[in-house]
């Protein structure tokens, strides 16, 4: 069988980038292993999106275990209408949609089952799986997984509500979880090696959310490192005393990070480059062996659904010779704790480590009027400008944080300044305004 294009994997990044190939004149084939969508359909992005709503709805009432196996039902109704859109959508013309495992041959050719697949360019967008720390209770120095041990996949599939839960790693998995499971009125504890939670993000958000998360009764161990599991026991050392501590759960859920899903892929073979990050890849999202391409989560340049998505479009548009205005630099990004928090752009973290000249413009929600009479006015949202006013940074938690972010992403692409943002007539009353507020003071 020849083709013009093979993409290996059905996530965001392959199915839309299919679509995109085809559009253009491609006859592609994607291949997927398991299901249409992906981890970010399946068992990631959306059911955990379905499940923050129904949280919201639960906060402060009585009957949290009865929402929780009515919202997992809700997800799983969800995610099965959406799987069979993306089957819908690989049924299209010019794309042939083939279930199986594929490994590469050769620079040209993916076998599947028995059939081998030739294709004028390949695409790896496999995505990337849970990674599990070496500690004892989770295999490491030859001891068993503890049966009490889960990841975001087996948490989200799980129809009763635990009592308790102790969530390792203080990312955006863990914070996403421990918030969702605390609205439904389960006891969540987060445990994390880390000073701060949320890494990635602005220092001052991250701080400012965990505290917030620590009022609806999140508890919080920072600066701690797990020892070992215990069946229901998770064992950690303070690092600020050094003193062993412990807790107990009936589910303990391991979100330490996500690893490039290269297993099978028969790489090494073929000669295409890895590194600890995942497949190496220059900005087409070219591999170092002519004509195959990584894009998403498998290149580890950016975890996030989107950008496998536009890492395909570019790559598509290097196979067809388009040039494009994607910006991959600029990436917004979001996390749906209660309430949300967003990013775009450099951090004051960053531009002190890069040595940037900045400035910071920041507005609250309090003394926004669709704040108050949304009873929505916990939240702040910071801008950064560089020497020429120029914005190169939005960071915000709190209602709709994730839509200002990305109205200011928009803005970024632009090169847009703060006196061209404060020139924007934005609609009152919204919560949008509180852009305007930053950049008015």
Do not use: W
């Amino acid at each position: 069988m020849k083709t013009d294009l093979i993409i290996i994997g059905s996530g965001p990044g392959g199915y839309e980038t299919a679509a995109y190939a085809a559009k253009n004149g491609l006859q592609v084939t994607v291949v997927e292993e398991k299901f249409a969508g992906g981890t970010c359909l399946n068992c990631g992005c959306i059911p955990t999106k379905a499940l923050v709503h129904d949280a919201e709805q639960a906060v402060g009432q009585t009957d949290g275990a009865a929402r929780y196996a009515a919202a997992i039902e809700r997800k799983n109704a969800i995610v099965a209408q959406l799987r069979q859109g993306v089957e819908g959508l690989m049924g299209q013309p010019n794309i042939t949609f083939l279930h199986g495992h594929g490994a590469l041959k050769d620079a040209q050719t993916v076998v599947v089952g028995d059939e081998e697949i030739t294709a004028d360019n390949i695409m790896i967008a496999t995505g990337s799986t849970a990674k599990l720390p070496p500690i004892t209770g989770l295999g490491a120095n030859g001891s068993e997984m503890s049966p009490f041990v889960v990841t975001s996949e087996e948490l989200l599939d799980r129809t009763t509500l635990p009592e308790s839960l102790c969530i390792i790693g203080a990312g955006v998995i863990g914070m996403e979880m421990a918030s969702v499971f605390a609205s439904f009125g389960c006891e969540v504890t987060v445990v994390e090696f880390l000073k701060e939670c949320l890494p990635p993000m602005d220092s001052e958000i991250s701080r400012r959310l965990r505290k917030l998360m620590e009022k609806q009764g999140i508890k919080f161990h920072l600066g701690c490192a797990v020892q070992r599991i215990e069946e229901k026991t998770v064992v950690f050392s303070n690092l600020k005393n050094n003193k062993e501590e412990s807790v107990e759960a009936e589910a303990i859920l391991v979100a330490t990070g996500r690893q490039p899903r290269m297993a099978g892929l028969n790489l090494e073979q073929v000669g295409v480059e890895t590194g600890r990050a995942g497949i190496v890849v220059n900005d087409n999202m070219q591999t170092n062996v002519p004509h195959i391409y990584a894009i998403g989560d498998v290149n580890g340049r950016q975890m996030l659904a989107h950008a496998a998505t536009f890492q395909g479009y570019r790559a598509v548009n290097h196979i067809l010779g388009k040039t494009d205005s994607i910006r991959l630099d600029i990436m917004p990004s979001a996390i749906f704790t209660r309430p949300e928090a967003a990013s775009v752009g450099l951090t004051e973290d960053a531009c002190k480590a890069q040595s940037v000249e900045y400035t910071t413009q920041k507005s609250i929600y309090r003394a926004n009027g669709r704040a108050q009479a949304m009873e929505q006015t916990e939240g702040l949202v910071k801008l950064l400008f560089d020497a020429n006013d120029v914005i190169i940074g939005c960071h915000a938690y709190g209602a709709d944080a994730s839509a200002m972010v990305q109205e200011v992403a928009a803005l970024m692409n632009m090169g847009i300044t703060r006196q061209r943002l404060a020139d924007i007539i934005h609609i009152h009353p919204t919560l949008s305004e509180i852009l305007l507020d930053a950049v008015k003071h």
